[in-house]
């Protein structure tokens, strides 16, 4: 069994990679991408503690995560895919132009 400050470490340095690229990243693909990488880390602190301190509440939390982050992908990919229709870029410095 893994410890759970080892999986707490690795929740950690996955949100602070998904944190970064949301911060520096420019494409909104991307940006989506750490975005989920974050809410994942989220997750994976979640089930650690669940499991240290034997609560079925944190998988709970989990499962709603999950259908977060599954509506969030299918709202978001449905909007880069129209901003890409329109505009033929998903860079994020450019979406400020957008004027119908």
Known sequence: MIPTEMAVLLSVVLFVLG?????????AILVFMSVELML??????????AQQWGEETG???VFF???VAAAEVAVGLALIVAIFRTK?????????????
């Open 19 to 27: 944190t970064l690229g949301v911060l520096f990243k420019r494409n």
């Open 40 to 49: 994942n880390a989220t997750n994976l602190a979640l089930v650690a503690f």
């Open 59 to 61: 998988h709970l939390f």
């Open 65 to 67: 995560i999950i259908t």
């Open 88 to 100: 033929k870029s998903i860079n994020i410095d450019e979406l400020h132009q957008l004027e119908g």
